[in-house]
């Protein structure tokens, strides 16, 4: 049906008369001040609230951002999910919440791209505008990498969830931990070793989170390839979006050639992000989307490079 045949023969009354009708009511006096530097500011008002407050801000502001990548493709805009903090003193009531967002447009409009320098430089700069000595941000987002197929070399996208978290303090400086979590193929060694023929495998989800060196430079390293490097390669076998026979005979054959429990798969990233010099102390789990089960199997791991060091 076209727009000249559809019947609009109904008499409608106008928008005002429907919102009156569905019970919108004419505003009341207005009392209170409408400029703002005569409104009551109870956020900055000083007195002994009881107790100083770790973090206070605001989470989930999903945001587009640009990121870089060493991984084609090397240019990505993706959607940055975000919190923003700092902490409070007992003398005061609460933090401005507006300067969060009002900042983050402010770094949109000269081209936001979320890389460690820029993320450093952007919590220094909040804890500023909010007056305090300290703030905080974090930031997840889908970071896409091609994946070629190993024997066709056909490819496509593939994608692992990567989050930067910045902790600023006007004593200490700066505190960044990077994490990824990558997809991955399991086969399972026990299912191997004791059936006469196949294996059952999962797919284990591997998150890594690493607190960076303070001489970390991101123009020297990509951490996101890095730490997909980490988990895949020590694997059953990587995860692909096209694979023709001849690949997923390869895939097959790699997977039944390395079986891995999760406590392996923990064990062997970990030596991974142990031997990364851009690493100072790391988390590992791994999560297995059982085959054969409802539920799934984990293993965590921790390492702390500098208490080694003392
Ligand atoms: N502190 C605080 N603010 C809240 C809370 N809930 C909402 N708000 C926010 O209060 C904000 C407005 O307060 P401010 O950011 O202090 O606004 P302002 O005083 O006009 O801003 P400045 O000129 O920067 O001081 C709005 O952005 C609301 O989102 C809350 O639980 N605590």
Same mark, same amino acid.
């Not at 008369?17 to 009708?21: G, P, S």
């Given at each position: 049906? %076209? *727009?000249t045949e &559809? %019947? +609009?023969n109904k008499q409608l009354p106008s928008k005002k008369? #429907?919102? *009156? &009708?569905f019970g919108s009511v004419e505003p009341g006096p207005r009392t209170k001040p409408m400029e703002k530097d005569q409104m009551a500011d109870l956020q900055n008002s000083k007195k002994d609230f009881l107790f100083d407050i770790d973090m206070v801000g605001i989470s989930? !502001? *999903?945001h587009p951002i640009r990121i870089p990548s060493t991984m084609t493709p090397e240019i990505q805009t993706t959607i940055g999910t975000f919190s923003f903090g700092s902490s409070i003193a007992q003398g005061s009531k609460g933090t401005n919440m507006s300067r969060f967002t009002e +900042? &983050? $447009?402010k770094y949109h409009n000269e081209g936001f791209? !979320? $890389?460690i320098a820029t993320l450093k430089q952007f919590t220094e700069e909040l804890a500023g505008r909010l007056k305090q000595t300290d703030a905080e941000v974090e930031v997840t987002f889908p970071w896409f990498f091609e994946r070629k197929g190993p024997y066709s070399g056909l490819a496509g996208m593939n994608h692992a969830d990567a989050t930067i978290r910045v902790e600023y303090d006007k004593e200490t400086g700066h505190d960044v931990t990077v994490t990824l979590t990558g997809k991955i193929t399991t086969l399972c060694p026990c299912s191997k070793e004791i059936s006469e023929y196949s294996a059952h495998n999962q797919r284990g989800n591997v998150t890594m989170s690493v607190k960076l060196t303070d001489d970390f430079k991101e123009q020297e390293?990509?951490?996101k390839a890095a730490l997909l490097e980490a988990a895949e390669s020590n694997a059953s076998a990587r995860i692909h979006p096209v694979l023709k #026979?001849?690949?997923e005979k390869m895939v097959t054959e790699q997977a039944y050639e390395n079986p891995r429990f999760v406590e392996d798969i923990v064990r062997l990233v970990a030596a991974d992000l142990y031997e990364y010099s851009f690493v100072e102390a790391f988390t590992v789990k791994c999560r297995n989307e059982e085959s054969i089960h409802l539920h799934d199997a984990v293993a965590t791991l921790s390492y702390d490079k500098k208490q080694e060091a003392e």
């Open positions: 049906m %076209n *727009k &559809l %019947n +609009q008369e #429907r919102h *009156k &009708l989930s !502001v *999903k +900042q &983050l $447009d791209a !979320v $890389d390293i990509d951490w #026979r001849p690949d």
